[in-house]
């Protein structure tokens, strides 16, 4: 059984940073690519970024290149999203989610994915 925690969201004003962290349990974490997905109240759930399983390989919606930063750190089972310049339209759960092999590569898809968290708070005030 494969299991996703979040952790790291919360609340921040805008211009401000949050470092998400997603622990992986389960199987063999080093051979799964893993994605940041969000999803604001009234709103589709919407791709973030997402990470090659070996971290050589990233990719980020429009929206979030040159704040956002996925990483991953396979001796720890954890992948992580740094979030520089917050602003109030990053407001939304954030959810991590694991890509178990054979890849398609459709990175951007939520389908993509197998397994998938709780989800994370993050409130950006104005």
């Known amino acids: 059984q494969v299991q996703l925690v979040e952790s790291g969201g919360g609340l921040v004003q805008a211009g401000g940073s949050l470092r998400l962290s997603c622990a992986v349990s389960?199987?063999?974490?080093?051979?799964?690519?893993m994605g940041w997905f969000r999803q604001a109240p009234g709103k589709e759930l919407e791709f973030v970024a997402a990470?090659?399983?070996?971290?050589?390989?990233?990719f980020y919606a429009d929206s979030m290149k040159g704040r956002f930063t996925i990483s991953r750190d396979n001796a720890k089972n954890a992948v992580y999203l740094q979030m520089n310049s917050l602003k109030p339209e990053d407001t939304a759960v954030y959810y991590c989610?694991?890509?178990?092999?054979?890849?398609?590569?459709?990175?951007?898809?939520?389908?993509?994915?197998?397994?998938w968290g709780q989800g994370t708070q993050v409130t950006v005030s104005s």
């Open positions: 989610a694991a890509d178990d092999p054979p890849y398609s590569g459709n990175y951007y898809y939520k389908d993509e994915y197998d397994y």
């Open positions: 389960g199987r063999t974490f080093s051979t799964y690519a």
């Open positions: 990470i090659s399983w070996s971290g050589g390989y990233t």
